[in-house]
C-alpha cells in the first residue's frame, strides 16, 4: 500500500494530531499547577452553597410533607419523600465534609436536573411561567455543574510535596 503524499513544509494528520494532544497537555499541567490544594477543614464556596442548597432542599420536603400540603391534588405518601430526602441528605452531609464522592454524586443529580429541564422546555413548556422555571433550573444547574468541575479537582488533589533537590 501506497504511503499518502506529504505537501512539503506542512505536517499530516497524524502529525497535528500529535501536536495539539502534545499542546493540551502543556495548557492541563498548567491549570493543574495553578490548583491550591484545600487547607484542613476548607470547602469551596461552591460546595458549600451546594451543601446547603441540598439541605434546604430536604428541610422544604420534610416540612411540606409534615403540613400535609397537596401535591397534584394529594397528599404524597412518606415512601415517594424517603428517597429523595436520604439521597439529598446523604449528599449535603458529604459535600459539608468535602468528600469527592458526594460532589461527583451531586454532579449526577445536577445532570438529572438539566436533562429534566432540557426535556421541559422542548415538550413539556406550554406558558410563558413554564419556559421561565425551566430556563432558569438549567441556568443553575448548569453554572453549579460547571463551577464544581474546578472544586472537585481541588478536593481529589492530593498535598503536593516539595521537590527533592
Do not use: H
Not at 28 to 39: D, F, G, M, T
Not at 86 to 107: E, N, S
Amino acid at each position: 500500500m501506497a504511503e499518502p503524499r506529504k505537501r512539503k513544509g506542512r505536517p499530516d494528520a497524524r502529525e497535528r494530531m500529535k501536536a495539539g494532544y502534545a499542546k493540551a497537555e502543556v495548557r492541563n499541567q498548567a491549570a493543574r499547577e495553578a490548583l491550591v490544594p484545600l487547607a484542613e477543614g476548607e470547602r469551596p464556596p461552591v460546595v458549600t452553597f451546594s451543601a446547603i442548597l441540598s439541605a434546604l432542599v430536604v428541610a422544604s420536603i420534610l416540612i411540606t410533607f409534615a403540613l400535609g400540603v397537596k401535591v397534584n391534588g394529594s397528599v404524597p405518601k412518606l415512601n415517594t419523600i424517603l428517597l429523595p430526602v436520604l439521597i439529598l441528605g446523604i449528599l449535603a452531609w458529604g459535600m459539608w465534609k468535602a468528600r469527592y464522592w458526594a460532589v461527583v454524586c451531586f454532579q449526577i443529580v445536577l445532570v438529572f436536573l438539566i436533562f429534566t429541564a432540557v426535556y421541559g422546555l422542548m415538550v413539556e413548556a406550554t406558558s410563558i411561567a413554564e419556559i421561565s422555571a425551566s430556563v432558569g433550573l438549567l441556568v443553575v444547574a448548569g453554572v453549579l455543574f460547571w463551577m464544581m468541575v474546578k472544586a472537585m479537582a481541588r478536593i481529589q488533589m492530593p498535598d503536593r510535596v516539595p521537590p527533592q533537590q
